[in-house]
């Protein structure tokens, strides 16, 4: 059986959350249909590291062809911006020349930017993976760059590299990013009820989000699922924490929630942690800090260490008491609560940064919003024997939902592979 992912985005390294996810699609399906059956259709500039799977590069779309998807497109209402940014005929060609000669029996389309290449009659029987709800996504931003006046709320991010230089500049500024985030809600919330109408099954990574879609779209029960992602994990994670108040974040800190939230915790919660826990550190793990975020960390540099990628997360995480994930804002799932859990560390989180995850009593999820209850437990995991109980509760909650048994056979149901 033949297999192809149609997607803008190179899952390799896999240091962000989307990159996990596809990665874990290319792996999923190469097992159960072999290496060589899986074909990855890359739009845009090619990989920077070998595929485990066949790889076919098309080209993106020219900025002309950008700048005329604007006009007839997204002023017209027919395409969100980000379909708009990745739309061409010159692209159609290419995919659909290599989806000609791969004949795959299924083909799966990266969020709504992809799905725009399947015509009505292929996606009746393909499949589209959302991610996460972007209109939701959006609506989060705005609202909290009303609550939160000092958020930067850019929203680009990973996507930046497929806008036209001469446009990113409209995102970098408070009010057009406003106008840019209002507009793409509507927008891309139109394109996303319109997808999950057209294909056989779309899928998200946020069971919460996946129940906002059936409801507001009105599609068939079967039309959409979520799915768990697919991280890897030590089969027996090795803690070597040593009893101190060490924690750790994780995440690319240019995207707004994870700059906002850590920017957020170092001014409130941070402060108190240490005055209680003389010692305490907070490692910072995690590519493209903003300045913001450097300087405020270069006030704290006694307390406070930011580093970029790590290769070894095992090392960085067994060290830690508890991974601390404070965001205020954002949609799908935090994928650096999995890890952790995959990994036998405690997670102390907000509300919003567990969403789509189980949290509470015998999760290892810790959940609170307001610093002082947030301050309490970080420091509450440092007593051992708590600290012991909680970890043993977050790898059981990750064997019995994001175990590589647990992942295949969800995915199974949503690939509808026998």
């Not at 027919?78 to 708009?84: D, K, N, V, Y």
């Not at 803690?239 to 170092?266: I, M």
Request: proline content about 7%; aromatic content about 6%; hydrophobic content about 40%.
């Amino acid at each position: 059986m033949a297999v192809a992912l149609i997607s803008a985005v190179d899952p390799y390294p896999t240091d962000a959350g989307k990159k996990v996810v596809l990665a874990g699609f290319i792996d999923y399906l190469s097992e159960r249909h072999g290496h060589d059956n899986v074909h990855y259709i890359k739009v845009g500039a090619p990989p920077q590291q070998q595929f485990p799977v066949q790889v076919h590069v098309v080209p993106g779309p020219s900025r002309a062809q950008v700048l005329g998807n604007l006009v007839t497109k997204v002023a017209t209402g027919r395409a969100s911006l980000q379909e708009a940014f990745l739309g061409s005929r010159r692209t159609a060609a290419g995919i659909s020349e290599i989806l000609g000669k791969i004949r795959p029996d299924l083909q799966v389309y990266d969020t709504v930017r992809m799905a725009q290449y399947a015509s009505d009659q292929v996606a009746a029987t393909q499949v589209c993976y959302l991610d996460d709800l972007f209109s939701e996504r959006y609506e989060r931003m705005l609202a909290a760059a009303e609550r939160y006046g000092e958020i930067n709320v850019s929203p680009l991010g990973n996507f930046a590299e497929h806008v036209p230089a001469k446009l990113r500049p409209l995102a970098n500024h408070r009010h057009s990013q406003t106008l840019l985030l209002r507009a793409e809600r509507s927008l891309v919330r139109r394109s996303e009820d319109r997808t999950v109408h057209r294909f056989r099954r779309s899928l998200l990574v946020n069971a919460d989000e996946a129940s906002v879609l059936a409801d507001r779209s009105s599609a068939p029960d079967d039309r959409i699922r979520s799915v768990p992602p697919l991280v890897m994990a030590p089969a027996s994670p090795q803690r070597h924490w040593d009893g101190e108040p060490e924690f750790v974040f994780l995440g690319l800190l240019s995207l707004p929630h994870n700059d906002d939230g850590l920017r957020s915790f170092l001014r409130t919660a941070w402060p108190q942690i240490v005055e209680r826990l003389p010692g305490a550190r907070l490692r910072v793990i995690g590519r493209e800090a903003r300045p913001e975020l450097s300087e405020l960390a270069a006030t704290l540099r006694d307390s406070v260490q930011v580093d970029g990628y790590v290769t070894d997360l095992g090392e960085a995480l067994g060290g830690a008491a508890a991974l601390v994930n404070p965001v205020r804002f954002g949609s799908g799932i935090k994928l650096k609560v999995v890890e952790a859990l995959g990994r036998a560390l405690p997670v102390v989180s907000t509300p919003i940064g567990a969403e789509g995850i189980a949290s509470g009593p015998g999760t290892g999820v810790l959940v609170s919003a307001e610093p002082a209850e947030f301050t309490e437990l970080l420091c509450s995991l440092t007593n051992p024997a708590y600290n012991a109980e909680i970890s043993a509760q977050a790898r059981e909650h990750f064997l019995s939902r994001y175990s590589r048994p647990a992942v295949f056979a969800a995915y199974d149901d949503a690939f509808g592979t026998d």
